[in-house]
């Protein structure tokens, strides 16, 4: 397997340079040369494969030899250890749940096939692999249980003091090993520019290894587009096709992953990109043009981007053609009174209850359900996070049927543990230096 940047059609880099860059200097993104079609007999029998299975072929035929079978599947079995079930809600509405993983979010997926992808490229003997994240709650919570036990990494995650949920705080917080929290005085955005500093500052890159983890990473992408064709193989099980998935986009990694494996032959007959007023690919999708915005806050707070990193590979899938995209893949965006509003009825309507994000892809489904009456289709929205992550945007009665999963449960038992640090870089360089040596 091969990368180019989508800045570059003629760069050819190595699966293992791409996962450790995760992004080319030319600032692309990497994408593979070839993403080849699954053999037909695998695509048509889908219903007669498990996750694990799905997961192993899917890689393989995209990875093409770059990790010998077996080490693949050592791999998946490892990364992927938790369901992503699909759950009938009425006859043409369906939710693909994936929040089983231990950050009870999808980004479970992509971290935790990321982490070992990194471990496994390491050389024993090789200098200890560096991870930098700011997190504003959920992508740090998915890089630090994905990356708990690894061996041969030590990751330090920053989050802003007190802007995070209890939830969040606690998987952050409570992992040891080779985890460590620290608390900035100051927002997400402070976060970032520490982490953004670091890995430009030339003494730091010398004395260690650092690394990103980036939501961009191509490692990220590839297991987001297992659970694809899983929920596929359940519906077909259940004698349901012509699958429309809804998706909640924020970065658009999440459907971009989606697209991905319709590339490689996923039977799907629609894509629905949902956001909330961030609403930069609606606005393109329904025939507007393409212009990046400053983020707006919302209630569904992990899509509040203006600018998606993974666009342009979307837009390279499609070939930059607007119309061959807008076929596939329609938009809708929604504010946060129809979101909360949702949250309410999915409620009242099913007993089921939704995270802000996963809302926003309810809509957005039944929205499009509306809009085409007449087409026979199963539909399908996405839920990217448990609802006990965001305790603030749910009423009393609503917030009291939430059930807490056992994986925060048993967090709440363990002791918390952060250091804590303004935002003036000089502090933060000085602490990764002195800690320097003392890891595990
Ligand atoms: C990250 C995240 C999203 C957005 O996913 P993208 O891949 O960035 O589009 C949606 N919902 C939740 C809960 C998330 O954590």
Excluded at 65 to 83: H, K, Q, W, Y
Excluded at 301 to 316: L, Q, T, Y
Excluded at 332 to 353: E, G, H, L
């Amino acid at each position: 397997m091969k990368l180019y940047s989508t800045n570059n059609k003629t760069a050819e880099v190595s699966f293992q340079e791409a996962v450790f860059n995760s992004l080319p200097q030319d600032k692309g993104l990497y994408m593979p040369h070839e993403i080849l079609r699954l053999p037909d007999d695998f695509l048509e029998n889908l219903n007669q494969f498990d996750l694990p299975e799905i997961a192993f072929r899917v890689a393989d035929n995209l990875l093409q030899g770059v990790i010998p079978s077996e080490d693949l599947r050592t791999i998946i079995n490892d990364a992927i250890n938790f369901p992503a079930p699909v759950v009938q809600l009425t006859e043409d509405k369906y939710v693909l749940e994936l929040f089983h993983g231990p950050s009870l979010a999808f980004k479970d997926f992509g971290a935790r096939f990321m982490s070992r992808i990194m471990a496994y490229f390491l050389r024993e003997g090789e200098k200890e692999l560096n991870v930098l994240v700011a997190t504003s709650g959920d992508t740090g919570g998915a890089v630090a249980l994905g990356f708990l036990g690894v061996p041969n990494t030590l990751v330090t995650i920053l989050y802003p003091k007190g802007k995070v949920s209890e939830i969040q705080e606690l998987q952050l917080t409570t992992n040891g090993q080779n985890i460590r929290a620290i608390e900035i005085d100051g927002t997400f955005d402070d976060c970032q520019a520490l982490v953004k500093q670091a890995f430009v500052d030339a003494e730091l890159n010398e004395k260690f290894r650092l690394t990103s983890a980036n939501s961009i990473n191509i490692a990220r992408l590839i297991p987001q587009t297992f659970y694809y064709f899983n929920a596929v193989a359940q519906l077909k099980r259940a004698g349901k096709t012509d699958v429309v998935f809804s998706v909640p986009s924020g970065n658009f990694g999440n459907i971009g992953a989606g697209l991905l494996a319709w590339k490689m032959g996923l039977p799907v007959k629609h894509f629905i990109a949902a956001t909330n007023a961030n609403d930069t690919v609606p606005t393109f999708l329904n025939g507007g043009i393409y212009q990046p915005k400053t983020s707006v806050a919302t209630i569904s707070n992990a899509m509040d981007v203006g600018n998606p990193s993974n666009w342009a590979r979307i837009m390279d899938v499609f070939k930059e053609d607007q119309n061959e995209i807008t076929k596939l893949v329609s938009g809708y965006s929604f504010n946060d009174v129809q979101t909360a509003d949702a949250i309410r009825q999915v409620y009242s309507m099913y007993n089921y209850v939704v995270c802000p994000h996963t809302a926003i892809a309810y809509l957005a489904l039944e929205v499009w359900q509306k809009q085409h009456p007449q087409q026979e289709n199963t539909g399908v929205f996405l839920a990217t996070a448990h609802p006990c992550k965001f305790p603030d945007v749910f009423t009393d009665e609503i917030a009291a049927e939430i059930e807490i999963p056992k994986q925060v449960l048993e967090l709440m038992d363990k002791p918390k543990k952060a250091d804590s640090l303004g935002i003036d870089y000089a502090s933060f360089k000085a602490y990764l230096l002195a800690e320097a040596g003392t890891s595990i």
